[in-house]
């Protein structure tokens, strides 16, 4: 069933676990997702980022009505839509969910841009997701990994004035693969979620450790992004079989078992199976 971000995260939030938002790119993938939600009897959110499959007229409403043919709930997220156009382009494509990301912009312009989204977006009955505070690229992580943090006094001011669903913050994770340990700052995390009437967002899941995610799901965070570790998984299951002769018949396959078989973790990890 296809359903908006509040559909699956107020109930995240008044219960306190999280659920997984999987970066998806391709049928295979999605299907393999779907099938782990499945599984698991778990809601499930697909992300879709505009440079990992630029066709999003033709990927959205695959990936759509491959959620509509589930059981299971499930949100479709564009997530980072860069311009207005890739937003609109995302609200026409069948996304159910739009990340408009303006956290470089200065608070006042980061707000004005979200409010407009957000006014457009559920004037069509669909959710909006903004980001305060910046989640930055992993390979930066020693150098910029501690700056623009979310402040929770500006939070407060973002949340109200521009009416988002749910809200990106920056507790210390990064986007990618990390070059440093990620230190997450779970006092800010406790404050931001006791301030926020709106479910909290984290970027960077991957690489961040089963213990700390586990923690943030149980102490305020209700959507978890996840790439690189759920590629990463699809890349080694298919490189440690045989894949000699016949076995490249196997090629998407193994791949999507190893990246099923990934979300079915987070699922476990983020306390949401049979949800
Ligand atoms: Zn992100």
Sequence with gaps: MLVTLNEILKKAKAEGYAVPAANVDHDHNVRAAIEAAEEMNSPLILNMVPAANPD????????????????????????????????????RSGFTNIMIDRSTLPLEENIRQVREMVEI???????????????????????????????????????ERTGVDALAVAIGTAHGAYKGTPHIRFELL??????????????????????????????????????????????????????????????????????????KHYIAVCGCAGK
Excluded: W
Aim: a negative charge.
């Design 56 to 91: 999003m007229e033709f990927f959205g409403p695959v990936a759509a009505e491959m959620a509509r043919r589930s059981r299971q709930i499930i949100c479709l997220n564009l997530d980072h839509g860069k311009t207005f156009h890739q937003c609109m382009l995302g609200v």
């Design 121 to 159: 977006c559920h004037g069509l009955g669909l959710t909006v997701e903004g980001e305060l505070g910046h989640v930055g690229m992993g390979e930066n992580y020693e150098v910029d990994g501690n700056q623009a943090l979310t402040d929770v006094e500006e939070a407060k001011v973002f949340v």
């Design 190 to 263: 406790h404050r931001l979620r006791d301030a926020l009437p709106v479910p909290l967002v984290l970027h960077g899941g991957s690489g961040s450790g089963d213990e700390n995610l586990a923690r943030c799901a149980k102490e305020g965070i209700n959507k978890l992004n996840l790439s690189n570790d759920l590629k990463r998984a699809a890349i080694e299951n298919l490189v440690s079989r045989d894949l000699s002769g016949n076995g490249a018949y196997q090629l998407y396959p193994l791949l999507a078992e190893g990246f099923k078989n990934k979300v």
